[in-house]
């Protein structure tokens, strides 16, 4: 299933670990691996399946490089 690509207007207030990692551009593991080290604000179990709350994945990036706000290492 293929879903638009995310524009400002279609954005919903909950992302998938897809969506949210399109919105940061970067690549889908790196977004997991960073959720499963608990670096990524706003997480929430629905089940198996894991959402990102929107507002806080854009504050917490506010100001902040990609790799800064992925907990990069050196």
């Known amino acids: 299933m293929n879903a638009p690509p995310l524009a400002a207007g279609n954005v919903p207030e909950f992302l998938t670990v897809e969506e949210a990692a399109e919105l940061l551009r970067v690549n889908r593991k ?29 504050e917490w990036t506010a100001g902040k490089g990609r790799d800064s706000a992925l907990g990069s290492r050196k």
């Open 30 to 58: 790196t977004l997991y691996e960073a959720i499963r080290l608990e670096q990524v604000p706003g997480v929430l179990r629905v089940g198996k399946a894991l959402r990102i709350r929107r507002a806080a994945l854009l």
